[in-house]
């Protein structure tokens, strides 16, 4: 079975780390460009930043820019985001999506994000 899954979400206090991770299981990310996208509640998913299937280029929301970053593992399965200086405005459900030019699409089913202040 083609899958996403996204994992590392908790809660942290506002200031803190997390590293979120999104896997494939039964293909390889290496050929698709990845995307974070977050979804707080009563608002709609927006894109937090994402990386071209090169990993040469990467684009990020001007709220995380500075804070975030995404890189691809040594194993071409996993895609990493990396969280720093969180705020309680960072609190939201985390997907994580892989996309090629020929369109295939895959979201994972969500990693919660809880910032305390």
């Known amino acids: 079975q083609l899958q996403l899954v996204e994992s590392g979400g908790g809660l942290v206090q506002s200031g803190g780390s997390l590293r979120l991770s999104c896997a494939a299981s039964?293909?390889?990310?290496?050929?698709?460009?990845i995307g974070w996208f977050r979804q707080a509640p009563g608002k709609e998913r927006e894109g937090v930043i994402c990386i071209s299937s090169s990993g040469d280029s990467t684009n990020y929301a001007d709220s995380v820019k500075g804070r975030f970053t995404i890189s691809r593992g040594d194993a071409k399965n996993t895609v990493y985001l990396q969280m720093n200086s969180l705020k309680p405005e960072d609190t939201a459900v985390y997907y994580c999506?892989?996309?090629?030019?020929?369109?295939?699409?895959?979201w994972g089913q969500g990693t919660q994000v809880n910032v305390s202040s």
């Open positions: 999506n892989a996309v090629t030019w020929g369109g295939n699409n895959y």
């Open positions: 039964g293909f390889t990310l290496d050929h698709y460009a």
